[in-house]
């Protein structure tokens, strides 16, 4: 009975591939990857990168730290648990595109409202099944990330034309893009006061799951621009400040670093992801990109202070150049797989910042510990 309902599932399969539109994803390189239309069926662009989590598609694809990428997930088949209300990191889908081997056309989970397709089509967002995305990965590991579009019933040779006249990932400032226009609070208390530390979220590109574990943790959790002055910042009178994660090249943020500045030593500083290479940048540090970065749920971290391994969420393209580092900023995380910077501390200021995720969604939820440690150097400088 099995083999049976293997052999009418791969059927309609092919069915399903004979009736949709042909699409192609092209690199900057000359690679092609021919499939189907997934989603929207118009062109688009962006810096090709690969996430390796095999749960978490809802969380990745509305993250802000992938605006301007397309997005290609190494797990097989996508959209088995359809799209629900729960699992938004933003307001939208924040990637340009999105490339899987198989997309699952009827969900089955309790909570799903629509199928990833439908999600997909509804923003607008072109994306391309049945490829290989394993060989993409293997690619990008030899060959790096790189510019990359995909496009609906266009040869390849056409869309790498017009891939050629578009911007590059990183010459975009995509944190401005991305980044509230306007200061909001989060989930704020029903009797308007005030019922643990007050933190300032500055909006690089946040994710929603910061600010849900900040209130989880008692927190009265305000959320600001990126553009937002350090006089502005401190008008608001926060027990301390978490710069969030976003997209992006961050040698292109000296706006936001020149504001970090004339914060850290007045206030308890923590930085995730974009916010540590901003603070790394504050204390006369370098980043530089990575080959192909680190997207994905099981990447292994080393706390030099206890020695401990955590297992981590990451999703970032950039990393701090360790001998850059001045004035008291030193690392207190390193990458087991290539030894780069996770996560810095100072010797003397209540600062502490991670390159991983230590909101996770998707991934291990390992390490909310840090949270409580931020706190606790909030309430000691009340």
């Not at 997930?73 to 340009?96: C, H, K, M, W």
């Not at 490339?99 to 699952?104: K, L, P």
């Not at 997909?120 to 391309?128: H, M, N, R, T, V």
Request: glycine share 10%; aromatic share 8%; proline share 5%.
């Amino acid at each position: 009975m099995s083999e049976i309902h293997s052999a009418c599932r791969r059927s309609e399969e092919r069915m399903n591939l004979e009736k949709d539109k042909k699409a192609v994803l092209v690199l900057e390189d000359g690679s092609v990857y021919e499939g189907y239309v997934f989603g929207a069926d118009n062109f688009t662009f962006g810096e090709v990168v690969f996430n390796t989590s095999m749960t978490g598609y809802q969380e990745m694809l509305t993250d802000p730290s992938y605006a301007g990428q397309i997005l290609v997930l190494t797990y097989p088949l996508i959209g088995n648990y359809g799209i629900n209300d729960a699992s938004f990191e933003s307001q939208r889908i924040q990637v340009s595109g999105f490339v899987v081997r198989e997309q699952c056309v009827q969900p089955s989970h309790w909570q799903s409202k629509t199928t990833s397709h439908q999600f997909l089509a509804d923003s607008g967002i072109p994306s391309i099944y049945g490829v290989d995305t394993r060989a993409i990965t293997r690619h990008l590991r030899a060959h790096g990330v790189m510019m990359g579009a995909i496009a609906c019933e266009q040869s390849p040779d056409q869309v790498l034309m017009k891939l050629k006249s578009m911007p590059r990932y990183d010459n975009i400032d995509f944190v401005k893009e991305v980044s509230t226009k306007t200061p909001y609070q989060w989930e704020p208390s029903a009797n308007g006061g005030s019922d643990g530390p007050h933190i300032i979220v500055v909006d690089c590109g946040l994710k929603y799951n910061i600010l849900r574990i900040l209130r989880r943790f008692g927190c009265t959790v305000t959320v600001v621009p990126c553009t937002y002055s350090a006089e502005q910042i401190l008008g608001l009178e926060p027990d301390g400040i978490l710069l969030s994660p976003g997209p992006g090249d961050p040698a292109l943020l000296k706006h936001i670093v020149d504001t970090v500045r004339k914060l850290v030593g007045v206030k308890p500083v923590m930085g995730i992801c974009l916010g540590e290479q901003i603070l790394g940048q504050a204390f006369g540090g370098r980043t530089f990109k990575l080959k192909f970065g680190h997207r994905g749920g099981n990447h292994p971290v080393r706390d030099l202070k206890t020695g401990r391994v955590h297992i981590t969420a990451q999703n970032h393209g950039y990393a701090v150049d360790a001998d850059t580092l001045k004035d008291g900023l030193e690392v207190s995380h390193i990458n087991l797989n290539d030894g780069t910077v996770e996560g810095l501390c100072h010797r003397e200021l209540s600062i502490i910042s991670i390159q991983y995720h230590s909101e996770a969604s998707p991934g291990p939820q390992d390490n909310l510990y840090l949270f409580d440690q931020f706190l606790k150097m909030t309430r000691r400088c009340c």
